[in-house]
């Protein structure tokens, strides 16, 4: 059986255009609490052909303070078992939200240094346990004074047999970040790049569902991307916004955008997973097997006490199929 695995409720439902209704036909929240900390974000599901991984956030919203989380399970739905944070030899106020895909025998993890200010890298590790890390040359730098003066939350994805990264980047800033969605090309078509950039693929002003720049509550940008080939040769971005409307902690969803290529243009077809309750949700992976395709998803909630943890959701991917 072939899986796709690329690090984001009864029947569902399709349209052709934005605020398609997707009812996922299970939905699990919360899949596990963590052993030490406050909240668990940014997730990436990997499987190695006999385990799932995964990595992700492990901290609190508090500070802001993060390490790398590992945990391991037989299942996607667990048990999951939590394993000491990575820790890889890298600078930065940032390092978090890790990219991973497992190709060859070998995870490759694509992970930030910054996320709420100028600079950063994309910096890249390869592991063959997933514990073990050896960490290489950085895959992407911001490039000073320009729409990518910051980048963060890369991920990486294979599409059409081409190897990419997705990934935030933004201008400076006085207030928030207020980034769009980037996409690199390896000109190699190995994870060891180099890597050129192609631009940026989905902007503020494509997401309808979105905050605007210049509204005055404006909470951040669009971010947490991550690109899936759907079975019909399209592109599936799956990605995080903020709604232009709400009380703070009640905005952020996990939105879908569609393109015949990959690097656009993409259509929004809306947020695709309510919180149910007062909350929110966001950063996320999509993983496709067969007929079915799964979200593997951070959310808080009023019954976590507004904590981050993580959730799984699964629909039919033909759903997709629907959308023109």
Known sequence: MIRLYFCASPTAEANSGADMNINFETNVFPLFHPQSVDDLKDPCPVFDGSLWHVFGSSGTVTTETWRILHATA??????????????????????????????????????????MK???????????????????????LAIPDTEEDGIYDPHP????????????????????????????????????????RIGKILD????????????????WGIEGAQ??????????????????????????????????????????IGPVLEPGQPGENGHSTVMIEGSQLSLFYQSRVATTDHR???????????????VA
């Open 157 to 196: 994805a294979v599409i059409g047999g081409g190897r990419y990264l997705v990934y935030s980047a933004m201008p400076k800033f006085t207030r928030v970040p207020q980034p769009d969605v980037y996409l690199a090309r390896s000109q190699s078509d190995s994870w060891f790049g180099p890597w050129k």
């Open 227 to 268: 690109l899936i080939e759907l079975p019909d040769g399209r592109v599936l971005l799956n990605a995080t916004c903020f709604l232009p409307n709400g009380l703070r902690g009640n905005r952020q969803r996990v939105f879908f955008a569609i393109a015949d290529e990959v690097g656009g243009p993409y259509v929004s």
């Open 74 to 115: 037989p299942d996607l739905y667990g048990p999951w078992t939590e394993h000491e944070p990575i820790e890889l030899p890298i600078n930065g106020t940032g390092v978090a939200a890790p990219g991973v895909i497992h190709e060859c025998g070998v995870f490759h993890m694509f992970i930030q240094t910054e996320f």
């Open 308 to 322: 981050w943890r993580y959730g799984l959701a699964k629909c039919d991917v033909a759903l997709f199929s629907k």
């Open 118 to 140: 100028s600079g950063g890298r994309c910096e890249h590790a390869v592991s063959n346990d997933g514990f073990h890390w050896v960490v290489l040359s950085p895959a992407i």
């Open 204 to 219: 503020h002003n494509e997401v309808p569902h979105h905050n605007t720049r210049d509204d005055p509550d404006y909470e």
